[in-house]
Each structure stands twice: as C-alpha cells, then as structure tokens.
C-alpha cells in the first residue's frame, strides 16, 4: 500500500473572515417645484449639472412634444446671451429657476401636490448634452409646504 499525503484540517482553517462589503453612497441628482412655481436645485444637483458660477448659469427648459401627459424637463445648459434661456436664481440656500407660468400651462398644480425629480444627463440629436428632469412622484403638499409666499 502506497502511503498517501493526506492534509488535515484544524478549527482555525475553519474560520471565515467576514468581509464588509462597502457601499458606495450613490444618489441621483434631485429637484422639486416649491409651492411657488419654482423648480428647486440643491448644491450637489448644481454640481451634477455642471454649473461653474451660478452668476451666469442659464438653461433653456423644454417638454417632449410627442408624449401624453407630463413626465419631465429637458434642461439644457445655455449661453447667457440667450433670450429664451431661464436664469438661476438664489432662492435662501439653493437656488431655482422660476417657472411658476410654465408649470400652469403644463397643468401642474403646485400650490397643492409635490413634485419631485430625479436628474440625468442625456445626449440629444441636434441639441448637444443636456439633463432630463424626470418625474417620479407627487403628493399632496403639507399644510406647512404650502404656506410660502405667492409672488
């Protein structure tokens, strides 16, 4: 009989280390339109936009002609010599753009529901890079939201 080389194992061989997986804080950039008729962009959704000096940011803001309903905005960074461009503004500790007019034409009753958005950056035929505002819920407002002012 051949003798064979056989490796025994012990209680320590035995033991697993546990490994932490360590996740990566990850969020999508966010807005949401104030009860008046602002569209509300923290720092870090800025900062995702690209924003350099929020002294001469600007972006035009369009819909998707050929979908029903709303579903989101496109914002496109643009020069400021535009006319059609919408300027950033400070509003407290963020700023927004004040869209209050288009968001009555779209139908959106902000004074009431809570809209919010999550950003993506998107590359559009003829038009260059942009973001997409895409809607992902509203709610009806608390009755502290809605006590803003009514410019």
């Known amino acids: 009989m051949k003798k064979k080389e056989i490796k025994f194992f012990t209680q320590e061989d035995n033991v697993v280390e546990k490994v932490k997986a360590v996740k990566e804080e990850f969020s999508l950039p966010e807005a949401h339109i104030t009860s008046n008729g602002k569209l509300s ?3 870090d959704t800025l900062d995702f936009l690209g924003v350099k000096s929020t002294l001469t940011a600007r972006f035009k803001v369009g819909v998707d002609q050929n979908k029903k309903g709303f579903i989101g905005l496109y914002l496109i960074p643009s020069d400021e010599n535009d006319p059609t461009a ?3 503004v400070k509003i407290g500790r963020g700023f927004s753009l ?10 959106l009753n902000y004074k009431t529901t809570e809209y919010n958005f999550t950003i993506k950056k ?3 035929e003829g038009i260059g890079t ?3 505002a895409r809607l992902i819920s509203e709610a009806p407002r608390t009755k502290k939201e809605q006590a803003g002012d009514d410019e």
């Open 130 to 132: 942009g973001f997409f």
């Open 98 to 107: 004040l869209l209050k007019g288009i968001f009555i034409k779209l139908g």
């Open 86 to 88: 919408f300027e950033l």
């Open 41 to 43: 962009l923290p720092l």
């Open 122 to 124: 998107i590359d559009l």
